[in-house]
């Protein structure tokens, strides 16, 4: 089974800089789509960007377009999350989550169609 792992959440003032990783074990990423969501207290999780692994289509919610940038290494099978000019508004715990195929890149990365996710990294930002 898929595994993946996030890291490099932590402590950020506004105007910062963060970039998440998502690592993932298990199968290669050949033919997946892969997405980082973001969810805080008595909120739904929220998409924030999504990949493709076969050709790098992406995906970014409206909130971070020009903020934020998602890119995949394969040969790492590693995901990143390259989160600029962050605000406080971005502080959520992160977590990233796979699934095989393009169907959920296609249907704007909705979560639910998503069968594989990390547990998730805080991101916080404030002064």
């Known amino acids: 089974q898929l595994q993946l792992a996030e890291s490099g959440g932590g402590l950020v003032p506004p105007g910062g800089s963060l970039r998440l990783s998502c690592a993932a074990s298990?199968?290669?990423?050949?033919?997946?789509?892969i997405g980082w969501f973001r969810q805080t207290p008595g909120k739904e999780r929220e998409g924030v960007s999504c990949i493709t692994s076969r050709d790098g289509s992406v995906r970014y919610a409206d909130s971070v377009k020009g903020r934020f940038t998602i890119s995949i290494d394969n040969a790492k099978r590693t995901v990143y999350l390259q989160m600029n000019s962050l605000k406080p508004e971005d502080t959520a715990v992160y977590s990233c989550a796979a699934t095989r195929g393009i169907t959920a890149y296609l249907y704007m990365c909705t979560s639910r169609l998503f069968d594989s996710w990390g547990q998730g990294t805080q991101v916080t930002v404030s002064a």
């Open positions: 298990g199968f290669s990423l050949d033919y997946h789509t």
